[in-house]
């Protein structure tokens, strides 16, 4: 097993195809331990975040940032993740202890964990003043084949993904990660059958990484018929930029009688990061003090 989670960029030799991929159980199972999901939490919040990472890592702009979300209607609630434009993630979701009985295939129901009766979100945040919103209705709830639809529906981008988490006995994950392959303008049905004999012949994501979670191997696996050229290959990992700086600035646009009631109601305020779980206290004089400057900051503009 490689240490660290990898995501992989390639272009095909005649440019016809631009693929992703990126092996992920570290960064799922560090979610894992921060939500306490359950296997069929752990799967569909597995299967955002890779898918998170390779559209994030798309991005290449700095401090731009990618965010999945998806509501389905089904128990587990709204699944979100976000990922920098270098492919780090961080991700949660609302029900993490929702248990559900295997598919008669064996395999974990996220389908109905997520529920198809709803929508999926993609939030492009480049850092210019409106970030860029599509959405499109679910097919599945399985997350892969509704990114492809998103792709296709919003993009004009027609597109092979995978997606997969396997789950060991104790709960831990075994193997996450996934693949994006695209076509490109001027790729003709001659080229998606290819990619469709090879996404087939493939198999699913969780069997190609369990044994070798190398996803450039991945990669050369779905597309046998084509020469890759690797263009990135970069470490991705759950990371969280919350600070006590943030927490305080989250505080603060709460505004003068929110924070006057905090006082007077609980004498201090515990905050806690939804992503990774860090908690901050803020005591009252500090409540006082950022109570003080808004007041007059308010007092200078009159």
Known sequence: MSMKDQLVRAISADGMIKAAAVSTRNLTECARQIHRTLPVGTAALGRTLAAASMMGNALKDDGSSLTLQIRGGGPLGMILAVS??????????DHPDVDLPLREDGKLNVGAAV?????????RDLNMKEPYVGTVALLSGEIADDLASYFVESQQIPTACGLGVLVN??????????????????????VAGCVERGVVAA???????????DPKAMLRRLLPEYTLEFLEETAVEYRCPCSRQRMERALISLGQEELQSMIDEQG??????RFCGRRQVFTRAEL???????????????
Not at 115 to 123: E, H, K, P, Q, R
Not at 203 to 213: E, H, I, K
């Open 84 to 93: 920098d434009s270098l492919g780090n993630v961080r991700g949660t979701v």
């Open 268 to 273: 201090q305020a515990e905050l806690s990061c």
């Open 203 to 213: 198999g699913n994501v969780t069997q190609m990484l369990d044994g070798n979670d």
């Open 288 to 302: 006082e003090k950022m109570l003080a400057d808004l007041n007059a900051k308010r007092t200078q503009k009159k």
């Open 115 to 123: 529920g198809a009766n709803g929508t999926l979100t993609v939030i």
């Open 169 to 190: 006995r104790d709960q831990s994950v075994r193997a996450a990660g996934g693949y994006l392959i695209e076509l490109m303008p001027g790729a003709g049905d001659e």
